[in-house]
């Protein structure tokens, strides 16, 4: 990726709520970040800090009543020229969905329509945004799912999803969602229940696509290995906000939040043997209430009293490397 390669999608102060029978869930609290062209975005935190219901919301995929997108911006740029994604109507969200966005889910099982063959539904997108009659849509499937690895491609483009195994199922979710060669791939746990082979090899077929059609990768994940291997931005999310956010070099190498910190020391080393894994103590902020203070205070060893009351906006510890934390914005933590 190229240093000063365009901005592709400004998503600013991004807030998603979901209203439900117990009150109301603050899943996102006013999320920022920037993908510039042909530049992977690592997504990382822990389960249920709203990783998936950002990439849901840019795409347009939370259901009301239930679930709305309550502020925030999320630009698309295309020639210069910007689109908010949150302000387009359902049909004009269809026409940029599958298209110049994509997103492979975290469970392709659940994800593809068992009643339909797999050759059907990668045709679907191929009809809808390319205009191809059905028999050039079907010749194409057979190459998209050829290009990913699917041995026999012109036989397994008759079956349905049942047929195929995890990770086959996911070789063709990734081929669907590359069909259309779209701008921006999103990638939500893209290795999540499957084993370590077939985990590398989803990752190299996402880094082939990416090096041959210049795609944006926003790839979420917990795996850490993953986001070191892949990305080359890395947002941490913590209680449905960013707490820092930097290159990947920045943020292994010399992380400043006491989050992140946490979150690098919990990983096991080849060769190091403590008697017991670092973890962090205390459990995340119950999201039924909005986050006030800082929302990492009640776990953090440099807590302080102005922590509680206030959270501090992203703010810049270096060039590039932005961090939410009172103590590492004055020089403290290092």
Known sequence: MQAQSPVLLEVSDLQTQFHL????VYAVNGVSYTIHEGEVLGVVGESGCGKSVTALSIMRLIQGPIGQIVGGKALLYEEGRATDLLTLSPQEMEEIRGDKISMVF???MTSFNPVLTIGYQLAEPLKRHRGMSNTQAMQEAVALLDRVGIP???VRVNNYPHQFSGGMRQRAMVAMA??????????????TALDVTIQAQILDLIRELRTLSGTAVMI?????GVVAEMADQVAVMYAGLIVENGSVLQIFESPRHPYTQALMSSIPRLGV???????IEGAPPDLHSPVTGCPFAARCEYHMPRCDTTFPKLGQISQDHLCACWRALEGELS
């Open 220 to 224: 979420i994940t917990h795996d850490l």
């Open 152 to 154: 026999e491609p012109e």
């Open 178 to 191: 590359m069909a259309c060669r779209p701008k921006l791939l999103i990638a939500d746990e893209p290795t």
């Open 21 to 24: 029978a117990e009150g109301t």
């Open 273 to 279: 043997w403590p008697k017991r894994l670092h973890t």
């Open 106 to 108: 975290q469970d392709p």
